[in-house]
């Protein structure tokens, strides 16, 4: 399927009085894939969100969705589910989610018989008659997820979408979303849950105050901060080994050791070496690329977002 671009951002920024949510950023979002954007609190993602929702206007720069300088018609080919649910708990679930499918242009009957196939898939059928108020916190959140897609949408923007989630459930919502993508849609997905970016997304953008930090495809970017090394498990003297640099033990891991090699040497020789080592032992044995959370503490690290001690105390960036 070829790619379209759904949305287009160019050099837009916003200002508060004196604070600069967003400079000069800049990006493309495609049809059939899963966008991921992140970023520290207070980077700029919301600001930007709403931007391309038109809520707020860029004081510079150009928007477009879907080919189009937003209007009526291209917001009702858009699914926004935004960090502050927006459900109305006294009313009955199912009542609930035709009458916003309605508000989408959707037929009752249409509405009514997709809220159905939602909520069987979801398994929330038994629950079609309850009142908001009395579902659980991730059984809301199922049906929020449900009303942001009911009407099919050409764009779905999703901040958070596995909160208040257990395991079988976040599995549900992300077959959906991916399922989406299959069918030529695109997804923007803001979270800090890094492992399901990894898992889901295509490309990624990261802000970090207002500006672009990180631009690309997700494996391409894991690769840019990959360090010359090796992450191993097993016995024997590393060092000695010609192709080693040095070595150091990985924190928080059993028995794990990071074998940094010398500029001309390569995995495949690495693991020569090791082969032909008599007392030299692996139990594993693979590149080390960085996970995305790592990635992200050292970019907002290295811009002054998080002091050099948390990162040496193998601290977290905190959403």
Partial sequence: ??????????????????????????????????????????????????MILDILKPDNGRITVLG?????????????????????????VLEMMVYLGMLKGMSSADAR??????????????????KVSELSKGMQQKVQFAVTVLHDPDLIIIDEPFSGLDPVNTLLVKKLLLDFSKRG?????????????????????????????LYGKVDEVRQRYAPHAVRVQGQGDWAALPSVERVEAVEQTRGEVMLYMTASATPDTLLGEIAAAPNVHIRSFELAIPSLNEIFVQVVHDQGGIPAELIKAGGKAHA
């Fill in 68 to 92: 189009m300088p937003m209007s009526d018609k291209i917001k009702d080919r858009i699914g926004y589910l935004p960090e502050e649910r927006g459900l109305y708990r006294g009313v009955p």
């Fill in 113 to 130: 018989k997709r809220s159905l196939a939602y909520l069987e898939q979801l398994e929330l059928a038994d629950f079609a008659k309850k």
């Fill in 185 to 213: 849609k695109a997804v923007i997905m803001s979270t800090h849950q890094m492992p399901q970016i990894e898992e889901m997304a295509e490309r990624l953008l990261m802000i970090n105050r207002g500006r672009n930090a």
């Fill in 1 to 50: 399927m070829s790619q379209n671009h759904v949305v287009t951002v160019e050099n837009i920024s916003k200002t508060y009085g004196d604070f600069k949510a967003v400079s000069d950023l800049s990006f493309e979002v495609y049809s059939g894939e899963i966008f991921a954007m992140l970023g520290p609190n207070g980077a700029g993602k919301s600001t930007t969100i709403r």
